[in-house]
């Protein structure tokens, strides 16, 4: 057994290090070659990217389609229904998300990417469905609440990522990460 294998540092000698010890301890085993993780090749995954694709593909005509004939003013009939529904939908994605950062649950990166992704429809379409008197206050909202609470999230999302992957690189998928 080579002093590699011998050695082994315990929980309390890492929680030990410096931000700076801990920051050249990251540093020299990224040096070392940890690959990146990558999706498992197979039937499954080229299915997945087939559909993918070409639903990405069919859907370049049907905008074209949708361009063409689409009026120019429509009057919905249930217009006070869909944003109430959607802004619902809206605050349970943002609860869901607070409870499971809450709880230190890294399956919060389900509900965060789905309210990131409703933020951003939100700030579309309520700046693109304004009323010439709305739009200062739409314009305002989506690039001062909505669009950052979207880059909040995906944010979020990204710092657990990282750690999951931290995780399991190291082997010790078995616990969770600290999320304090």
């Given at each position: ?150 880059a909040v999230l995906v944010g979020a999302v990204v710092i657990v990522l990282r750690s999951l992957v931290v995780l399991r690189s190291s082997g010790d998928g078995s616990r969770r990460a600290d999320a304090g």
């Amino acid at each position: 057994m080579d002093e590699v294998d011998a050695r082994r540092w315990t929980d309390e000698e890492l929680a030990r290090l410096t931000v700076r010890e801990r920051e050249e301890l990251v540093r020299r085993l990224v040096a070392t070659g940890i690959t990146h993780p990558t999706l498992p090749s197979g039937r499954r995954r080229r299915r997945f990217l087939l559909l993918a694709a070409l639903g990405s593909l069919v859907l370049v005509p049907w905008i074209g389609v949708l361009a063409a004939t689409l009026p120019h003013r429509y009057e919905a009939r249930h217009w006070t229904l869909a944003w109430v529904g959607f802004d619902v939908a809206l605050m349970a994605g943002l609860a869901v998300t607070a409870w499971m950062a809450w709880r230190a649950r890294p399956a919060l990166v389900v509900p965060a990417l789905i309210t990131a992704t409703l933020l951003v429809c939100d700030a579309w379409f309520d700046t693109t469905t304004a009323q010439r008197s709305d739009v200062l206050v739409s314009a305002l909202s989506a690039l001062l609440l909505e669009l950052p609470m979207a880059a909040v999230l995906v944010g979020a999302v990204v710092i657990v990522l990282r750690s999951l992957v931290v995780l399991r690189s190291s082997g010790d998928g078995s616990r969770r990460a600290d999320a304090g």
